[in-house]
């Protein structure tokens, strides 16, 4: 049996007693009472966390759930390293706690979106405008239609890097963006979905360079990172901080052909290899900011929860409003994800919640977010007062810890009350 977990479900061991490897931040989680909710609340959400975990899937799972603004649950469970499914079991395993960073992997989508936003709130760009008007060589093949906004929203026609490229040219900023000028479009009116899981970013970043004279890194340390106090949240990691960083682990059984040829299509190469470049720390030091922003489940959470106050982090104003609305409108309508094969609502960076049931849970019409290579979660709940992010490092495509993961979702949903009188869309505020 130890052998099917491990060779070929490719799963992590679980210790018979999990007591030694949780983490509860005792210091930042209040008594539920303050917000309306009980322990056993708390504890039958954490519980769901814990059966995720079992499925072996994610060595490590950190979270951060802040409802009403306060935080209800701070914890962690496993190892940021050591206890992989190729790990030797004599490794040496390094325990995972609230403060472990991970790579947020296509959750970095969100925050980039909101740097995009606030840049036009800055009076830089307009993010109607063709990427071509900030980096007039990207109109190259017939590009110099393509906006700012399309890009944002996964319609900029380049969803892909060219065929058989090696990925080491992602930590090539200038490499790749030749590639991308020189790339012909699939479209050029926005007119078709097609998810853009890496080449958004740089396209995003030359823009920033182009209209800042700095690099996306320098934006957003100076816009979120230091005036809302996070240690890490950027995109590669620090230097100092590397050995900090949890490791990814690819896990679950590995894709057939047909799943095999749709995540190569998606991220350019294989599961298995996603894992090596995640590791790699040319990728963990890279600027990518489609894919590779590293930070807390607290800071993804804190982001989220600024923005869920209308862009405000206690006393300081971190954007306008306005912006969390335009970063919010919906654009287009609800449409199947080629990733998710499910409909989702987006607007030009995040994904929508939706009705009776949507990717943040039961009755979400009005949360937002991103997920992070279908494991990874972080997103805001206006209807319930409540802002979340679930962070793991395994990387499994189609497991049996799918329905442990969904109900996690489902279970903070239903936990946390949706309000007796729905506070006004972030969407009607430009009216």
């Not at 609340?41 to 802040?66: F, M, N, Q, S």
């Not at 606030?118 to 007039?136: H, I, K, R, T, W």
């Not at 929203?153 to 992602?170: N, S, T, W």
Request: with cysteine; aromatic share 8%.
């Amino acid at each position: 049996m130890k052998l099917l977990r491990k060779h070929v479900f490719h799963l992590s061991a679980i210790p018979r007693d999990l007591d030694p490897i949780i983490t509860i931040d005792k210091k930042k989680e209040v008594d539920p009472r303050d917000v309306g909710l009980l322990q056993p609340d708390v504890e039958r959400i954490w519980d769901t966390i814990v059966k995720l975990y079992r499925t072996g899937v994610h060595p490590a799972i950190t979270a951060c759930i802040r409802h009403q603004g306060k935080v209800l649950l701070s914890r962690s469970i496993g190892h940021a390293r050591g206890n992989g499914p190729d790990d030797d079991p004599d490794s040496e395993k390094v325990l995972a706690t609230p403060d472990t960073p991970m790579c947020l992997f296509s959750t970095s989508k969100g925050i980039t979106a909101l740097l995009m936003h606030m840049l036009q709130e800055d009076g830089l760009v307009n993010v109607s405008d063709p990427v071509a008007f900030y980096a007039p060589e990207f109109a190259r093949k017939g590009k110099d239609n393509i906006t700012i906004h399309q890009i944002l929203a996964h319609r900029g026609g380049i969803p892909g890097l060219p065929k058989d490229v090696d990925l080491e040219v992602l930590w090539d900023e200038d490499r790749t963006w030749e590639l991308l000028c020189d790339a012909k479009p699939i479209v050029t009116d926005g007119s078709r979905l097609a998810y853009h899981a890496i080449t958004g970013g740089f396209v995003l970043e030359r823009v920033v360079r182009q209209v800042t004279g700095a690099d996306i890194n320098a934006y957003i340390a100076k816009k979120i990172r230091e005036p809302m106090g996070m240690k890490y949240f950027s995109y590669g990691i620090e230097d100092e901080y590397l050995d900090d960083l949890a490791q990814s682990y690819a896990t679950g059984p590995r894709p057939g052909p047909l799943m095999g040829a749709f995540i190569k299509r998606a991220l350019g190469t294989d599961i298995v290899s996603v894992e090596k470049l995640a590791n790699d720390p040319r990728f963990q030091q890279a600027i990518i900011p489609s894919g590779n922003l590293a930070g807390t489940a607290e800071e993804a959470c804190r982001f989220f929860q600024m923005m869920l106050n209308g862009g405000k982090w206690g006393r300081r104003r971190i954007c306008s409003e306005r912006t969390v609305a335009r970063t919010l409108q919906e654009f287009g309508t609800r449409t199947l994800d080629r990733t998710l094969f499910i409909p989702m609502r987006f607007s030009a960076g995040l994904m929508l919640g939706d009705e009776p049931f949507g990717i943040w849970g039961p009755n979400s019409r009005q949360a937002f977010g991103h997920l992070g290579l279908v494991n990874k979660f972080a997103w805001a709940d206006p209807q319930r007062d409540l802002s979340a992010a679930i962070l793991t490092s395994g990387l499994p495509v189609i497991a049996h810890h799918i329905p442990a993961l969904v109900n996690v979702i489902r279970s903070i949903a239903k936990t946390v009350p949706v309000r007796d009188c729905d506070p006004k869309p972030f969407a009607l505020q430009l009216e």
